[in-house]
Structure formats: C-alpha cells, structure tokens
C-alpha cells in the first residue's frame, strides 16, 4: 500500500536502451535469440568449417568470407596462413585434426544479435600428433571473417 508500481513503465525503459538487432532473415542466419544457442551454433559452424577446408566442398564459400584472415601461431612464432577459402584449407592442414572441444556456456544467458559480430573460440586436437591448436573464430551474419590461433604440443595420461 502506499506504493505504486508501474511495470509498463519499466519495460519501455528496457526496449528504449536495448541495442536494435537486425532480424536473423535479413542477414542468412537462423532465429536464435540467446547467446548460449548463438555460441554453441556458431561453434560448431566453425568446426563445420574446418572439416569442409579439409576436403574439395564447393559449400565452403558461403561460409568464409573472401577477405577473411586465417593465422595459426606455434611455439614463439605467428605464422599467417592466407585469406578466404585458401586460408581456411591452409588452417585445416596445419592443425590436422581428428578431435575438437570446446567449453559450454557457464555464464548469464543474454539476448545475442546473430547478425553482428561474434566470436567463439574451440579446441582442435591432431591426437596423432600430439598437438592441440586454440582457435577463436570471429564471424559477422554468421560467416566466418577470421581465425586465429595457437598450436600447443600435449601429454596425456592415465591417473
């Protein structure tokens, strides 16, 4: 009693200071809202763009864009691997990998714009080789527009 609220109120003030996001049609993308689901289809966007480098598939091209910068650092040094469809095979023969991981969303869910620009981050793993290589992928409308990483050698063992 005694006081008044006014809910309306409160949520005009919430859609007067929340960014304006382009609707998922008007740039290819999927109607995801929440950055939990954006993160996850993103990532598994890019792993689906390293197995694709890693053969002859024609699909490959609506997923990078031609100006895209691929790099995939080892040791002390950074090595860049080239732009658009050429950087993204490039990235995809120096990590071989037979393996990724990546970490679930731990984090507050907010809403996410899946047309603009976001970045993921994935482990690739050449078991073989012994060599685990981070990459953070940057998309925009869901494209890949750079990659790059870096290129660990690993141990494994049993407790």
Request: hydrophobic share 45%.
């Amino acid at each position: 009693m005694g006081e008044k609220r006014y809910p309306w109120l409160i949520c005009l003030a919430a859609a007067a200071v929340s960014p304006a996001f382009a609707r998922p049609a008007e740039c290819g993308m999927p109607d995801i809202s929440r950055a939990s689901a954006l993160g996850h289809f993103l990532i598994l966007r890019a792993v689906d763009v390293v197995k694709r480098a890693g053969g002859p598939d024609e699909g490959l091209a609506a997923l990078v864009a031609p100006d895209a910068n691929f790099s995939l650092g080892g040791g002390d040094v950074g090595r860049p691997l080239g732009t658009g469809l050429n950087g993204a095979r490039a990235l995809a023969r120096a990590m071989r990998a037979d393996a990724y991981r990546f970490f679930g969303w731990n984090y507050m869910d907010m809403p996410a714009d899946p047309c603009s620009r976001q970045k993921v981050e994935i482990e690739f793993i050449d078991n073989q080789g012994k060599h685990v290589s981070r990459v953070e992928f940057t998309f925009e409308a869901g494209r890949v527009v750079g990659a790059e990483g870096w290129q660990r050698s690993f141990e494994t063992g049993r407790l």
